[in-house]
């Protein structure tokens, strides 16, 4: 049932981020949401929109649903995670994108990816990784880490792979490309000293 779900909260928080700006009040906001939930649930061809879309673009993993949730919800008035908190969810995604795709792209004889089947020393590593989050009051990231790994203990998606919860390819090209972003400006906002 929850496999059934997750594809129209997904397009429902997608088509809702793209078109927020239009709302211009909280009750514009909660109709637009509302309508979007619904524009996710029309069948088109015997098939809803939200299940239309999951077939061009797959499942999001359930970190990628956390952090459109909380952008979502910023859009009602939650304070936006703080550029400290965002830049570490960053750089979390980041580098778990780059522990995992390369080998996925045959960049590697290893496979991590096998290890999201049988993920004990991952869920170890992940869950100090997440104590450090919250230790440092990097709510965003460690959220992520957090429900992620419950939705992978409830089986709420469709994969067995607990990889398929914490990043999707989307969610890796954004962290990848925003924390060069953040590079290049950082970059070019730092002072340059004149040579003599």
Known sequence: ????????LAFTLLVFLIFARLARNAMQRGTLLTGCLLLSLLPVQGISLALQLRTY?????????????????????LAPASARDRLASLALFAGLAVLLYPAALGLSYADPYQLGFEPRPMLLVLGLLCAVLIVQRSWLGALALALATLAFALRLGASENYWDYLIDPYLALYSLGALLSAAVRWLLARPTRKLA
């Open 1 to 8: 049932m929850t496999d059934f779900w997750l594809p129209h």
């Open 57 to 77: 673009i797959g499942d999001l993993s359930v970190a990628s649903l956390v952090l459109l949730g909380w952008a979502t919800l910023s859009r009602f008035g």
